[in-house]
């Protein structure tokens, strides 16, 4: 008994990196920023209770800085925006976000900090004005998330989609006990998009 649950325990586990690792190879396809350019990456907060900095959004922060630094590597110069208002705290999720990105990852470029969203559409919403501005975008979450954004982004500003470029949103391994939840939820909630019209 003992080993059918171990089996079927690493059998979620590899299920949930594979759906990861598939969503990030769709996203090879898109752009990539070019030499003299500007990346804009925008993370998605995510419900933060307290004012220490969950692990999800760890996460998150952590992929933007990939993201971020990828872009300079390639030529381009990056800025942050950390997107996300008080939803299940006192404080902003863009906030907390900030706070880590500069103080424990110690990004140096620029972060601004969207504090209103209260869910992915609005993340998405009130993050154009930021977008309008820059050559190239990365929404910054897990792969599943980050797809669900950039549907958003087409919904809301088609014009705006040619600017979208992946992020660095998987690394086998990282987050391998979360990735089936999140896997699971978002193939779910990317597959209600597509019989929705409108789903903010």
């Known amino acids: 008994m003992a080993a059918i649950l ?19 190879r769709q996203a090879v396809g898109l752009p990539r920023p070019t030499p003299g350019s500007t990346v804009l990456v925008v993370v998605l907060g995510f419900g933060n209770r307290g004012r220490r900095i969950n692990t999800v959004n760890r996460w998150r922060a952590r992929i933007a800085i990939r993201t971020a630094r990828a872009a300079r590597t390639a ?17 902003a999720e863009a906030v907390i976000l900030r706070d880590y990105i500069t103080q424990v990852l110690h990004w140096d470029g620029p972060v601004s900090v969207e504090s209103r969203s209260r869910s992915t559409w609005e993340n998405v919403r009130n993050s154009l004005p930021w977008v ?12 599943l998330h980050a797809a669900k954004a950039r549907v958003y982004l087409a919904r809301q500003r088609p014009d705006l989609c040619s600017r979208i470029v992946a992020a660095k949103d998987y690394r086998f391994g990282e987050m391998i006990v979360l990735k089936p939840l999140f896997g699971a939820v978002g193939l779910w909630k990317l597959r209600t998009l597509f019989h929705v019209e409108h789903s903010p």
């Open 6 to 24: 171990s089996a079927t325990g690493l059998a979620v586990l590899l299920a949930g990196e594979l759906v990861h690792s598939l969503t990030a």
């Open 75 to 91: 030529g381009a110069s990056a800025a942050i925006l950390c997107s996300g208002g008080a939803v299940r705290g006192s404080t």
């Open 132 to 143: 309008a501005s820059t050559d190239w975008v990365a929404f910054a979450s897990n792969g």
